[in-house]
């Protein structure tokens, strides 16, 4: 199953197990960092730290590391489903008649479900920020290496 938005695909991680919530008080200096690169190291599970010290959003790590994790976003059980599948759209040949114009419907609509869709209106969007509103230091960005220059996006 292929999720319409991150979401559906973190209620999904949850639901397999493949989700740890830490709700502990954590720093965005070096903490997530350090403990995302322990449990990533072990192939753990994905992380979401929803108690950020200084913030009131929660961070998402690790969501895609892991080959299942990966397959479970891109809606597949193997990798080679989606090689298959571009392999297929890149060898297909027009259809002649009308019979097998009607049998390629269901695989122009795969095709087409590959592509990114545009919405006026998504949750990201509920709150706008413009001009001197704009503040990148209201998202809890993380800092990496005690010696960063600061915390890079």
């Not at 990533?40 to 299942?68: D, H």
Request: with cysteine; glycine share 8%.
């Amino acid at each position: 199953m292929a999720f319409k938005n991150l979401d559906q695909f973190i209620k999904a991680l949850d639901k397999a197990g493949e989700l740890k919530r830490i709700r502990e008080p954590v720093s965005p200096y070096l903490e997530i960092t350090e403990i995302t690169d322990r449990v990533c190291k072990k192939e753990g599970a994905a992380l979401m730290f929803e108690n950020v010290e200084g913030y009131n959003m929660p961070v998402l790590t690790n969501a895609f590391g892991s080959y299942r994790r990966m397959c479970m976003a891109l809606g597949v059980r193997d990798f080679h489903e989606i090689g298959q599948d571009i392999l297929h759209f890149l060898e297909m040949e027009a259809p002649q008649g009308l019979i097998k114009k009607l049998r390629m419907i269901p695989k122009l609509k795969r095709l087409s479900d590959m592509f990114p869709k545009q919405v006026k209106t998504a949750p990201c969007q509920e709150i706008i920020l413009k001009g001197e509103d704009v503040d990148l230091g209201k998202f809890p960005i993380l800092h990496y290496w005690p010696r960063d220059g600061g915390p890079f996006i």
